[in-house]
């Protein structure tokens, strides 16, 4: 099968972890299909081989307002060109918003069905943050006309088909299809580390959405029961400055360890030195780190959002007191911990390794791509 994979941005070489899940897609898929990936703004303008596949990078950047419509015409004219030359079979564009808008253009003109894949904020609003792609008519508009024109819609999680289904998609267009991680990287430890010091650990962005101001006031709490308890913060973003000072106020600086900006592939050495992950996030469509974390033996406790809504080891939860009730709770209760251990590499493995997930968006492939032959 040929197949034009649309996205946001994508690496220019194996090395280069842009998005980690899509990169590890795209190379499951070429395996066994004729992938070209378009991407809309990073890397630079050119065109990437590797991994059996081909990147045509559009190399927009950081241009919006009038500028973006140039990119979303790019990518489709892009698509078309590509396929003048040889057909796709259809086509793929994770997000919604700018990825699907173009991928829909392209699809209705060569007449090629499109799956658009729900997978960031494109359904939310959060004025209080700011957060979402709702708060601008532009990104309404195109990922409204995407979904709309989409032959079938993906999400990664419950939570996210949920809002997929209160924006107006049929659900018999949506379709469960979370992305993948390797189970074969991201592995527990040969033996879990001691229980002292209790370790906690959470891989992300330090940015509004991600709301790490509720993780630092949980540690507070759990020290007051664990005072040897420790955090691991894996990311870096805006707001380090402003979370060290929080630390700081909460007389926190000698429980955490402060990371910065971590590789993918190095990530997993700091899972398999903690206990638990912990999710603070206003809002995850998915949550990788959350799997990765899993793969690794980790139980998750966190907020009702993304994949924690249905993964995690106790009733996610928004408050910082029922969080450090549930670690404090699990921590002090070796026997039930290490089953959750074992529990959660098992689904992590059984439910979202890579064959498990490129096989269902094959599977979905073979669906399209059937109905689109059935109309001919």
Same mark, same amino acid.
């Given at each position: 099968m040929r197949i034009a994979l649309v996205v946001p941005g994508f690496s220019a070489h194996p090395a280069d972890w842009a998005i980690p899940a899509l990169q590890h897609l795209a190379r499951t898929l070429a395996a066994d299909h004729d992938l070209h990936v378009f991407s809309q703004r990073y890397p630079a303008t050119g065109t990437y081989r590797f991994d059996n596949f081909t990147h045509f990078a559009l190399g927009g950047g950081q241009r919006f307002g009038l500028a973006s419509a140039k990119i979303w015409w790019q990518t489709s004219r892009a698509i078309i060109a590509q396929h003048r030359r040889t057909p796709f079979d259809l086509i793929h564009a994770f997000w919604a918003d700018e990825a699907g808008f173009s991928a829909v253009i392209a699809g209705l003109k060569l007449g090629r069905p499109v799956i658009v894949s729900l997978g960031g904020g494109e359904l939310i609003r959060l004025t209080s943050i700011p957060y979402g792609a709702q708060r601008f008519l532009a990104r309404r508009l195109t990922t409204g006309y995407a979904l709309s024109r989409a032959t079938l819609v993906t999400a990664g999680s419950d939570y996210q088909f949920d809002l997929g289904r209160a924006h107006g998609v049929p659900e018999a267009k949506l379709r469960l299809a979370p992305l993948g991680l390797d189970t074969d990287h991201f592995t527990p430890p040969l033996a879990?580390?001691?229980?002292?010091p209790p370790t906690l650990i959470q891989v992300a962005s330090l940015v509004p959405v991600k709301?790490? %101001?509720l993780l630092l006031k949980t540690l507070s709490q759990v020290k007051a029961k664990l005072p040897t308890v420790r955090l691991i913060v894996a990311g870096d973003g805006p707001l380090?400055?402003?979370l060290r000072e929080l630390a700081v106020q909460l007389k926190l600086s000698h429980n955490i360890d402060w990371l910065g900006q971590v590789s993918h592939p190095e990530t997993r050495r700091f899972y398999q030195q903690a206990h638990l992950y912990l999710q603070t996030s206003w809002h995850e469509s998915q949550g990788m780190a959350v799997l990765?974390?899993?793969a690794c033996g980790l139980p998750v406790l966190g907020t009702p959002v993304g994949l924690v809504r249905e993964? %995690?080891?106790?009733?996610?939860?928004v408050t910082s007191?029922?969080?450090a009730a549930q670690i404090v709770q699990l921590l002090n209760d070796p026997t039930r911990y290490r089953l959750l251990r074992r529990h959660a590499r098992h689904v992590a493995e059984s439910e979202f390794s890579l064959p498990v997930t490129a096989g269902n968006f094959c599977r979905l492939y073979e669906v399209v791509t059937s109905r689109f032959i059935e109309r001919q």
């Open positions: 879990p580390p001691p229980l002292d709301n790490q %101001a380090q400055g402003q990765e974390a899993m993964l %995690a080891a106790l009733p996610p939860t007191q029922d969080l």
